[in-house]
């Protein structure tokens, strides 16, 4: 069982930044793919980003390519999503993902850990 613990989440306006972390229970966190998904209100859950095990391969939802970063910290047993240039339309709420297989992809049916999400809201 791995619980996932997400904060950062806030109000920023368009063209801000912020920073969300998720801290993992598990001393194996190494062994799990990461990933960011968002669910907007009215709106399907999408994978936003995702990260590998080893931390060496990452993928991103076009919509953010160029203005998310993913990363990872094994010793901190932590995900790290850096945003930035916010627009409104990034408004949502954000779930933090763990998965055993080498990586998160949006082919994936589910993924077998889920944080309790952090709010993130962009004014325009």
């Known amino acids: 069982q791995v619980q996932l613990v997400e904060s950062g989440g806030g109000l920023v306006q368009a063209g801000g930044s912020l920073r969300l972390s998720c801290a993992a229970s598990?001393?194996?966190?190494?062994?799990?793919?990461m990933g960011w998904f968002r669910q907007a209100p009215g709106k399907e859950r999408e994978l936003v980003a995702a990260i590998a095990w080893g931390g060496d391969n990452t993928n991103y939802a076009d919509s953010v390519k160029g203005r998310f970063t993913i990363s990872r910290d094994n010793a901190k047993n932590t995900v790290y999503l850096q945003m930035n240039s916010l627009k409104p339309e990034d408004t949502a709420v954000y779930f933090c993902?763990?998965?055993?297989?080498?990586?998160?992809?949006?082919?994936?049916?589910?993924?077998?850990?889920w944080g309790q999400g952090t709010r993130v809201t962009v004014s325009s």
């Open positions: 598990r001393r194996t966190f190494g062994s799990y793919a």
């Open positions: 993902a763990a998965d055993p297989r080498p990586i998160i992809a949006a082919t994936m049916g589910s993924v077998a850990y």
